[in-house]
């Protein structure tokens, strides 16, 4: 059975109600490097009951950079739809191998 080599990188992104500034940290050396980012949609609902939190997401992306596969695994469910929604839109360039992401959303009021 083959067996593939994973590499592991942790994301960091910060985002606030007004604005849409958000820092994005990519731990790791084998880590895909992302080219294209999009900012999550504070919902709506969150944001009238000033709802923060941090959303943690693991995504799996391909060797040729293409998002595979994403799981939550901590978070406010209405605030982690919104990730995944933005992390669905997110570009990698290609890697030697398949990785895994984690990624981290922290939503707060600005």
């Known amino acids: 059975m083959r067996q593939l080599a994973v590499a592991t990188a942790v994301v960091f992104v910060s985002l606030g109600f007004c ?3 958000w820092k994005a940290q990519t731990v790791g050396d084998h880590a895909h490097k992302i080219v294209y980012k999009v900012d999550p949609l504070y919902p709506v609902l969150a944001r009238r009951m000033s709802m923060q939190g941090t959303v943690r997401l693991e995504a ?3 060797a040729n950079g293409k998002l595979k596969h994403v799981e939550v695994l ?3 469910p209405l605030l982690a739809k919104a990730a995944l929604d933005a992390l ?3 570009k990698w360039e290609p890697s030697t191998q398949e990785t895994r992401e984690l990624v981290l959303f922290n939503f707060h009021p600005n």
């Open 74 to 76: 901590g978070g406010s």
């Open 60 to 62: 799996v992306v391909t």
């Open 88 to 90: 669905g839109k997110w």
């Open 19 to 21: 604005n849409t500034a």
